[in-house]
């Protein structure tokens, strides 16, 4: 992809003064793929992107007025270029404003030596995070949150110097435009070093303004069955969630592995997977255990009821603030309500077919993923009786997550009877009771126990029958 963006980019800007800076550098350095393209021209930029654009075949349009950015987009959404004018009148001058020294080399469009005044290469060969300069945290206080998302993203250490620098500068953070933030930190939750990224925001004190939400759980005591406080429980629920994104086999066993893979690598909303939403669900299932905390008389922790239902509600609370989707924030709002649904069927095991079926529509649209949450949820649950309470509820979730992979799809079937038809031929007004009578249809039909339309209404005539 990268190669297409950069002919394409060679071919309708030759002879500009030009070149390639930032990410693409940098990844080629890695080896890493990459899509995206930033460019820098010493003329202007709105030119260069239209023409592009018009040499390409695809659609260009303004990024920032401030900095004069445009961003072109490749057929088919292939790849895409930004285009920068050069800040500060030089190239050295722009290299010299950036974030990071591996975010800060260039080079020329039409070929020849990478520009690396800042020693970013050295840097990359060190899995070294460096600042250019302490005021490149001044410029934005977003680049502090940059810090950890490229330390977890490219497997990088921060110097110390850069760490210090960026600390002082966190408070700014709440300056910066939410949508901005968020983009950041889906990236941090993303990266397959999340817990590292995490903690690194932690070293920089940054969530408690980011997400303060899980900040506000450390020292957070649970009960007997809990082994760690609520903040290091949640981060343990993070990192056995991710471990089922990796390798679902391992715990659910082969006949689920594949089928779970897929389901957790579907794109969900965001630019993320159903499987990196997943995390945020982990990080923020707890969120109302503070408030809820209750106490036996001796002053023991009995637990935190109602934690679940308002626990929806600051999920839903932090994801507005952040400004993600309706989408995004109505799905991690269900996970945190439904979190201890599967919990619950263990003590009704072995589960009949309408049991599930109950469970099913109480959770759907979520039914596969807060599954998949609350496994996650007891593997890190290691206090008292742990091993045997683990047993059972893995034994409840094989038999429950064939079913709830396959849940949407029976969902979807048209109705052995429609409502309208049974009212008339039940005689019955359409109102609550045959939205009811309905339902009990359905659970009758997941059950095994009616397959037709005849079934449905015979058995509807004695439901009605028997008041």
């Known amino acids: 992809m990268t190669a297409q963006a950069l002919d394409a980019a060679r071919a309708a800007l030759a002879g500009e003064p030009a070149w390639v ?8 350095l890695l080896g890493r793929p ?12 709105r030119t260069a992107a239209r023409t592009l654009a018009r040499d390409a075949g695809g659609p260009a349009f303004e990024l920032s007025g401030e900095f004069g950015a445009w961003r072109v ?3 088919g959404r292939r790849w895409q270029v930004d285009v920068t004018p050069l800040q500060g009148g030089s190239l050295s001058e722009d290299l010299a404003r950036r974030d990071f020294t591996i975010n800060a080399m260039a080079e020329p469009l039409a070929g020849g030596e990478v520009v690396d005044p800042h020693g970013g290469a050295q840097d990359l060969a060190a899995r070294r ?6 005021g490149c945290f001044d410029d934005d206080p977003l680049r502090v949150l940059r810090l950890a998302r490229f330390a977890s993203e490219l497997d990088l250490e921060p110097d110390p110097d850069t760490v210090v620098a960026a600390a002082q500068r966190a408070p700014r953070i709440v300056d910066v435009a939410a949508e901005r933030v968020f983009a950041e ?7 397959d070093r999340v817990l590292d990224g995490l903690a690194l925001m932690d070293r920089l004190d940054l969530t408690r303004h980011v997400l303060p939400e899980l900040s506000g759980l450390r020292g957070v005591e649970q009960n007997r ?3 760690l406080d609520v903040h290091d429980h949640t981060l343990e629920v993070l990192a056995e969630t991710v471990a ?4 679902p086999g391992a715990v659910l066993g082969p006949e689920l592995a594949e089928p779970i893979r897929d389901f957790l690598a579907q794109p969900f909303s965001d630019e993320l997977t159903r499987g990196e939403v997943l995390r945020f669900g982990a990080l923020l299932h707890d969120a109302a255990k503070p408030e809820t905390q209750a106490r036996h008389e001796d002053g023991s922790i009995l637990g935190f009821p109602g934690h679940a239902d308002l626990g929806a509600e600051r999920a839903r609370a932090a994801l507005t603030r952040l400004r993600t989707s309706e989408k995004l924030r109505a799905h991690v709002a269900l996970l945190a309500r439904h979190h201890l649904g599967l919990g619950y069927l263990v003590h009704k095991a072995p589960l009949d077919r309408r049991t599930i079926h109950q469970y099913l529509v109480r959770t759907a649209p979520v039914e596969v993923d807060v ?18 309470a683990i047993a059972k509820h893995l034994e409840v979730a094989r038999v429950v997550l064939p079913e709830a992979l396959d849940y949407a799809a029976f969902a979807a079937q048209p109705a052995l009877v429609r409502g309208d038809e049974l009212a008339r031929e039940l005689g019955i007004r359409p109102g609550p009771a045959l939205g009811a009578l309905l339902a009990q249809l359905e659970e009758a039909r997941f059950a095994g126990e009616i397959a037709t339309r005849d079934d449905a209404v015979a058995l509807a005539r004695r439901l009605v029958a028997e008041g």
């Open 185 to 191: 930190l889906k990236r941090v939750v993303a990266a």
């Open 129 to 134: 995070l460096r600042m250019v300069s302490p």
């Open 73 to 75: 987009i490749g057929p």
């Open 34 to 45: 990459t899509a995206d393209v930033d460019l820098v021209v010493a003329g202007d930029a």
């Open 21 to 28: 800076v930032g990410g693409a550098v940098r990844d080629a």
């Open 225 to 227: 069955y809990h082994h």
């Open 244 to 247: 089922l994104e990796r390798d």
């Open 371 to 388: 599954s998949l949450l609350s496994i996650a949820d007891r593997l890190a649950t290691r206090g008292r009786k742990a091993g045997e």
